[in-house]
Each structure stands twice: as structure tokens, then as C-alpha cells.
């Protein structure tokens, strides 16, 4: 069993997508330990403890001046059982940056969705910025995190079209119908250990 902490900032679409998955079984070795966001005000708080029943915790700096952000996370994910080697990070919609110190600690262990296919329109706004590229396809994208910016090895893409009516936000809308079904399946492949990794190069185990 995976002990997972879901990392968001705001409406948590993709946690509860991740939530429901578990709950429903198709996801089976991994166990929702906490949520935690750096803004109180997310929906997906709520949504967490009222729906799925799941711890939640909001990171301020502000609360112990003596830790810095990424000590008061790394604090949190200890005290929930999210250790190292045995627990998996999923980041949602996540608006911060983690420090390299973190992303060592948990090397290959923590997963960002993307609304993009990356290396294309990364940071924010991904999908104005796609639409402004005039680019004709996009996408979402499951990787892993490194200590650039949506730059880690890549687990998982899936493309859709973008069409001439598309604005900001029903490109937005198409691709994350797509995000809630391709991060539930990185995680269960991830927590079978189906994924072969080889440098920057993920292949699925059969
Ligand atoms: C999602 O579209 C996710 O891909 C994106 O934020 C949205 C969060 O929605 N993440 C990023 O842009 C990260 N660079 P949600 O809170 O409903 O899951």
C-alpha cells in the first residue's frame, strides 16, 4: 500500500477524480492519506473531507514563522505517513513550485498533470497559451517532477484537437475531461509498479 498526499491550490478536479478512483477500486494499492493546499480558501477542501472522508491541511507561512514553506509540507507529510520510500506525492492543480530539496527527497515519487502536451506551453496558462500559438492539437500531460518547470519524464500524454470556435476556456473544459481519466490511470499504473523508467524514457510493464 502507496500512502498519497494530494497537493492542490484550488478547485481540485483532478483530486476528486483521483479520490473517486480509489474509492471505487480501480485504483487499489493506494491510500489517501491527506490533502493539502496552500490556499484556505480551495474548493477542494471541502470536497475532500465532506465527500472522500480525507484529512486536510492548509500550508501557510505564516503559521510558524520558525518553518519555511517546504519544512512545514515536509513536516505535514510525515506526521501523515507520506514518507520517502513508500508514499507517492500527486500534484493538482498545484500552483507552487517545490524546492529541489523536496523533489530530491521524493525523487520519482511525485506526479503533476499538465494541461498541455508538454514540452509545449508549459507554467501557466497553458491552454491561452496554445490557443495563441495558433497550435491545432493540445492535450494534458502526467509526469514526473524534476526541479525545472513541467519539465520531468513524462508517463503519460493524450491529445485532443483544437478547433477554430475554441476559446480559453471550452478548450480548457475538453481537455480536462481527459485529465480525470488519464491521472487516475497513471497512479494505478504507477502504484502497481508497471512503469519502467530509463533515464527520461517511461515505458508500461506488461
Ligand atoms: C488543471 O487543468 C491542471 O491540469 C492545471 O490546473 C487545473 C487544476 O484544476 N494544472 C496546471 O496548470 C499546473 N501547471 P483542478 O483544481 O480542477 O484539478
Known amino acids: 500500500m502507496l500512502n498519497l498526499a494530494i497537493l492542490i491550490s484550488g478547485r481540485g478536479s483532478n483530486m476528486e477524480a483521483l479520490l473517486r478512483s480509489i474509492d471505487e477500486g480501480q485504483i487499489r494499492n493506494v491510500r489517501p492519506k491527506v490533502v493539502v493546499s496552500n490556499r ?14 480525507v484529512s486536510t491541511y ?7 514563522k520558525t518553518l519555511s514553506f517546504d519544512d512545514e509540507l515536509v513536516q505535514v507529510l510525515d506526521e501523515f505517513g507520506v514518507r520517502p520510500k513508500t508514499g507517492v506525492i500527486c500534484l ?4 507552487r513550485i517545490l524546492s529541489p530539496r523536496l523533489v530530491q527527497r521524493y525523487t520519482m515519487r511525485i506526479l503533476n498533470i499538465h494541461p498541455s502536451l508538454l514540452p509545449a506551453f508549459p507554467g501557466l496558462h497553458a491552454q491561452r497559451q496554445a490557443l495563441k500559438y495558433g497550435a491545432k492539437v493540445s492535450g494534458c500531460t502526467i509526469h514526473f517532477v524534476d526541479n525545472g518547470v513541467d519539465t520531468g519524464p513524462i508517463i503519460m500524454q493524450r491529445a485532443i ?11 480548457s473544459q475538453r481537455i480536462l475531461e481527459i485529465e480525470h481519466k488519464l491521472y487516475p490511470e497513471a497512479l494505478r499504473l504507477f502504484s502497481e509498479g508497471n512503469l519502467k523508467i530509463d533515464g527520461r524514457r517511461i515505458s508500461l510493464i506488461d
Open 58 to 64: 492548509v500550508l501557510s507561512k505564516g503559521k510558524d
Open 92 to 95: 493538482a492543480g498545484f500552483m
Open 40 to 53: 484556505s480558501d480551495s474548493p477542494g477542501l471541502n470536497l475532500a473531507a465532506q465527500k472522500f472522508g
Open 161 to 171: 484537437s483544437i478547433f477554430d470556435s475554441d476559446t480559453e476556456e471550452s478548450l
